[in-house]
Each structure stands twice: as C-alpha cells, then as structure tokens.
C-alpha cells in the first residue's frame, strides 16, 4: 500500500470513529434530556429523493422508486434497533381517535349507488383514502378518469378532482382539449363537480407557469399565475356563509391548504363565493369556495373523518340532481 493511500484510509479511520463518538454523544444528550431511547443512528444516505415547490416528487414519477425504497430498508435493519422499535410500538398505549362507522347503510344500499367520478393520474392525485371510503359508505361506486389521456369523461353522479400537481402537466392537460371541453359541457348541464386546490387551477380561464399561459377547463372566470413563494400554506378555518350547492350555511369547516398558485386579477367575488376565511388564504385572503351552477371550488383541503358532513353533502347533492334530471324526464 502507498502512503497516500496509507494516510488516507486512517484519516477514514479516524472520521469514522469520531463520527460514531459526536453519535455516542447525540444519543446520550437525547436519551438524558428527553428520557427517550434512541433506536439507531443513520449515517449520511447516498439516495436522492427528487423534490419540487410543494415538497415531494410522486411516487408515478420516480422510476427507480422500488430500489429507493428496498435500499432504506437495507439501511434500517443495518442501522436500526428494529426489535426494540416494534417492541416499543407493541406496548404502546392506545390513541383516542374519532371512531367511524364502516358499514354501509341499507338505505344506500337500495338502489342508491352514486356514481362518484375522480380524476386520478399524476397530475390530480391527493386524494386522502379516508375521503374516498367514506364516499363508498355513503354508497359511492367510484369510476376513475385520467385527465392526460382520456378524450372524455364519462356521465357520472358527481365529479370530484383532488389536488395535485396541474401546473407540472399543464402543456399535457391543455393540449387534451376534448377532456377539458367535456368538464365544461358536463358543468354547463349542471352535473355536480367538487373541487380542492390544484382543480381550482384546472376549472378556471388559464394559468400562467414559468413564462407560458395555458388555458384550463374555463367553467370559472379565473386567471391563475405561479409563485416562487407558498401563497397559502397552513391550516385553515372557513364558515359558510352563503347559500351554495354542498355545504349548509353556517356549518364550519376545518382543513389546511398548501399552494403556490394565486388569482391574478380577481374582482369582488363575494356574491359568487361560499366561505369566509377566518384562518387561512383561500382565493384573496378573505374568501374561498367559488362555485356556479353545481360547481364548487376550494382551495382548502377537507378530512372526511374531522368533517363528517363532507361526504354526505357530496353524495346529497349527486343523488338530488340525478333525481332531479330523472323527474324531469319523466314529465317532459
């Protein structure tokens, strides 16, 4: 062996003992002050979890996600006191959270199924599960669209669009232009469509990002532009305070929201919104949930097990057009 190759593996000798020593001590200094045993420690990590403006890059777009994830394992069963950790985990003592009903209801049951359209691909993909299954106890049956390939959707009950990622795919979603006409025609027919976050995007005029305006799904009069800064980023708390298709006045809402995108010229829209935001961002800061027709759209995300009226005001409102539409049909 050479010296310099000599010197530089006791210099890696050495980094590696005083990095287990600094650990040694971070262990100990944690354990005393907190009286919680450290369970491992883990070295730098040679993996690179691509990231963009609203934290992560999804699961659809990492190609070698699998070796990612295989690799962290390796890792954690190297480095980690694993049978510690699930002993821990096995005695530890129970949360009290909001119990749910998982049964369906025989009144759904009864020739009540609604058809619950979602867009889901890698552009609309926050959807909480809870959110859906609570839908299915409802009596939901849910049929999937995805927004970059399909030339249409098909007739449902009611559409719901989650948030996600429009702006990264907006060439894709703009240049699918029957996909975007039939949302409109459906919306301008009155089908009821609920939308969170990134389908506020996606039901206006156009959004602006990095340089390029692409038009949208237009049911909404709204422009949208990008940020380099979160626009809103937080929990949120909005009171509806204004007749609209899903939620009853007066009921408080609970959710957070988390976007770079803003209006870029946005009149007086009170009249034409259904939220007060007492804590929050919303559309401008005082107001969110613009809807029209059977349109609605927030910018706050909602939990169905913290709003138990959610789901039940999607699935009413889903099952009182289908009705509607059968009632007069029947007449005339």
């Given at each position: ?11 890696e000798g050495i980094n590696q003992t005083l990095t287990r020593i600094d650990g040694e001590i971070i262990s ?98 926050f959807y909480y599960p809870e959110n859906l299954e609570a839908l299915v106890r409802e009596g939901a049956r ?130 034409k919104t259904a939220f007060r935001v007492q804590k929050g961002v919303g559309l401008d800061g005082k107001r ?45």
């Amino acid at each position: 062996m050479s010296q310099v190759a000599k010197l530089n593996s006791e210099i890696e000798g050495i980094n590696q003992t005083l990095t287990r020593i600094d650990g040694e001590i971070i262990s100990k200094s944690v354990e005393y002050h907190t009286g919680l045993p450290v369970l491992g420690i883990l070295p730098d990590l040679d993996i690179h979890m691509p990231e963009r403006h609203l934290g992560l890059t999804t699961i659809e777009e990492t190609v070698d996600f699998e070796k990612k994830l295989n690799l962290l394992g390796d890792y954690a069963e190297k480095y980690l006191d694993l049978d510690k950790l699930l002993k821990i985990a096995r005695h530890a003592p129970k949360l009290s959270l909001p119990t749910v009903d998982m049964k369906i209801g025989a009144h759904e049951k009864q020739n009540q199924e609604a058809l619950v359209g979602i867009i889901r691909d890698p552009a609309f993909q926050f959807y909480y599960p809870e959110n859906l299954e609570a839908l299915v106890r409802e009596g939901a049956r849910i049929i999937e669209f995805n927004s970059l390939q399909d030339k249409e959707i098909k007739p449902v009950d009611i559409l719901y669009i989650a948030g996600g990622f429009p702006e990264v795919f907006a060439e894709k979603i703009s240049r699918n232009r029957r996909f975007c006409e039939s949302i409109r025609h459906y919306a301008d027919h009155g089908m009821p469509i609920y939308g969170e976050c990134g389908a506020v995007i996606f039901l206006g005029n156009s959004l602006d990002y990095q340089g390029n305006k692409y038009p949208m799904c237009r049911v909404f009069p709204l422009d949208f532009e990008f940020s380099k800064k979160p626009a809103g980023h937080g929990y949120s708390d909005v009171k509806v305070d204004q007749a609209n298709p899903f939620f009853p006045e007066g009921l408080s809402l609970k959710g957070h929201e988390f976007h770079y995108s803003k209006v870029k010229i946005l009149d007086s829209i009170s009249n034409k919104t259904a939220f007060r935001v007492q804590k929050g961002v919303g559309l401008d800061g005082k107001r969110d949930g613009i809807f029209a027709k059977n349109v609605f759209a927030t910018y706050t995300h909602i939990h169905a097990i913290g709003t138990p009226e959610w789901a039940k005001c999607l699935i009413s409102r889903a099952r009182m057009i289908r009705f509607a539409k059968k009632y007069k049909n029947l007449i005339g």
